[in-house]
């Protein structure tokens, strides 16, 4: 079992900035494919940014140029970087680790933007 863990999230004003982390513990993020996605109220989860393991990156096209994701193999983590916050990001974001059939999530961490 990996256990998946969110921090950084809080109110930001619009154009303001946040980085968010996951710690995994039970897993290396270096085998697996790590994602952050967000889920906002009455809305589907979708994906915002993923790293492979052999750091093939991707982002939705919404933050695209404002969001950065990275990982830190001594620190087993992965970071979201969120620049030039707009209202619309706001939302829960969750961490993924995804390894073969094994997928898990960590509870979520929420993001406010205020205008």
């Known amino acids: 079992q990996v256990h998946l863990l969110e921090s950084g999230g809080g109110l930001v004003q619009a154009g303001g900035s946040l980085r968010l982390s996951c710690a995994a513990a039970?897993?290396?993020?270096?085998?697996?494919?790590m994602g952050w996605y967000r889920q906002a109220p009455g809305k589907q989860r979708d994906l915002v940014a993923s790293i492979t393991r052999d750091s093939s990156i991707n982002y939705a096209d919404s933050v695209k140029g404002r969001f950065t994701i990275s990982r830190d193999n001594a620190e087993n983590s992965v970071y979201l970087q969120m620049n030039s916050l707009k209202p619309e990001d706001a939302a829960v974001y969750y961490c993924s680790y995804v390894f073969g059939e094994y997928s898990f999530w960590g509870p979520g961490t929420q993001v406010t933007v205020s205008s």
């Open positions: 039970g897993g290396r993020v270096t085998v697996a494919t």
